[in-house]
């Protein structure tokens, strides 16, 4: 059965790599690891009021501090700088592991402007009979 832990929301911040001038409001934006049990984890990315209106983005994630891993996922902010986008991990071996989401602006691969604050931690164990 694969298990997260409780605390599988991590928010998101500036990237203070990559200066553009971005802003977030990073108390509401975030992102949210799930599983439905089988070793499918969906990741949510919530993008909330950034001074990035129609922008369009796209996450990278690393698995267990990896290279990142461009995810296919394209999503364009709001008028108000709001957007949201959502993809899936799969093939993971089991135990534990760690989670760090990068939102890069395109055309790909773009520049990272925002990501987590830290790696979500999340274990993946073998079944049990």
Do not use: R, W
Request: charged share 10%.
């Amino acid at each position: 059965m694969a298990t997260v832990q409780e605390d599988s929301i991590e928010q998101i911040q500036v990237c203070s790599g990559y200066q553009a001038g971005q802003t977030i409001n990073d108390t509401d934006s975030y992102a949210d690891l799930t599983t439905d049990g089988s070793g499918i984890y969906t990741v949510q990315v919530v993008l909330a009021q950034t001074n990035q209106p129609g922008a369009s983005f796209q996450p990278y994630y690393k698995l267990d501090g990896g290279a990142p891993v461009a995810t296919g996922v394209l999503f364009t902010t709001d008028i108000q700088g709001n957007g949201t986008g959502s993809f899936t991990v799969t093939g993971l071996p089991y135990g534990a592991h760690t989670l760090a989401v990068d939102v890069n602006n395109t055309p790909v691969p773009g520049n990272t402007y925002y990501l987590t604050a830290s790696d979500i931690p999340f274990t993946l164990n073998e079944p049990t009979f």
